[in-house]
Nanobody, 120 residues
Framework: QVQLVESGGGLVQPGGSLRLSCAAS????????MGWYRQAPGKQREVVAS???????NYVDSVKGRFTISRDNANNTVYLQMNRLKPEDTAVYYC??????????????WGQGTQVTVSS
């Protein structure tokens, strides 16, 4: 199995910055795509950013130019640098990792979620 541990959420004022981290551990054979999702109260979970093993990235339009996703393949960790935060970025942020274990079966794994609150 693969375990994901997230960190870095919190309360920040509008215009501030936060950096989220998500470390994967366990019986990992290979990690493919990694990403961040978020879910605000009363809304569906949406993808915020994703990064594939080769480094290509995608972002939802609302965060382009403000958020940056990156990964450390040596340490099986994905990051989300969030700048110029807005109140509408308030949500629970979830890490998602596509990984295979020794069975070679690729599965999606989810972190426990970390709260990001943007408020003055």
């Amino acid at each position: 199995q693969v375990q994901l541990v997230e960190s870095g959420g919190g309360l920040v004022q509008p215009g501030g910055s936060l950096r989220l981290s998500c470390a994967a551990s366990g019986s990992i054979f290979s990690i493919y795509a990694m990403g961040w999702y978020r879910q605000a109260p009363g809304k569906q979970r949406e993808v915020v950013a994703s990064i594939v093993s080769g480094g290509g990235t995608n972002y939802v339009d609302s965060v382009k130019g403000r958020f940056t996703i990156s990964r450390d393949n040596a340490n099986n960790t994905v990051y989300l640098q969030m700048n110029r935060l807005k109140p509408e970025d308030t949500a629970v942020y979830y890490c998602n990792v596509q990984a295979s274990t020794m069975t070679r079966i690729i599965r999606n794994y989810w972190g426990q979620g970390t709260q990001v609150t943007v408020s003055s």
